[in-house]
């Protein structure tokens, strides 16, 4: 079972930058498509942005286009979220998600930012964006 812990996250002001990181363990991320997620009480679980597990294609939701970046530090086994331009809006609890390329649900150059096609979750880290 892979093993997903978030970290990061807390208080930062609108106009601010945060990174947030999400440590995998057991198993190497080059065998999974990975992406975030973000929620907000009374909210569907949105998707923002997603990594295949070669790397090579990413996607993110308008929302966040232009703002935020994901990648892959394999030396850390680690997803990272890189949040510039931060707004009040983009506050929520923001969850990383892996889907094993052995499940056949996910190719290695797909991703996707559908709940349903993750099975493996962290535990979720609150981030708030002040004025």
């Known amino acids: 079972q892979l093993r997903l812990v978030e970290s990061g996250g807390g208080a930062v002001q609108a106009g601010g930058s945060q990174r947030l990181s999400c440590a995998a363990s057991?198993?190497?991320?080059?065998?999974?498509?990975i992406a975030w997620f973000r929620q907000v009480p009374g909210k569907e679980r949105e998707g923002i942005s997603c990594?295949?597990?070669?790397?090579?294609?990413?996607d993110y939701a308008d929302s966040v286009k232009g703002r935020f970046t994901i990648s892959r530090d394999m030396g850390k086994n680690s997803i990272d979220l890189q949040m510039n331009s931060l707004k009040t809006e983009d506050t929520a609890v923001y969850y990383c998600?892996?889907?094993?390329?052995?499940?056949?649900?996910?190719?290695?150059?797909?991703?996707?930012?559908?709940?349903?096609?993750?099975?493996?979750w962290g535990q979720g880290i609150q981030v708030t964006v002040s004025q």
């Open positions: 998600a892996a889907e094993p390329l052995r499940s056949g649900r996910v190719g290695m150059e797909e991703c996707w930012r559908i709940r349903k096609k993750y099975q493996h």
């Open positions: 057991p198993w190497s991320l080059d065998q999974y498509a």
């Open positions: 990594l295949s597990s070669t790397g090579s294609r990413t």
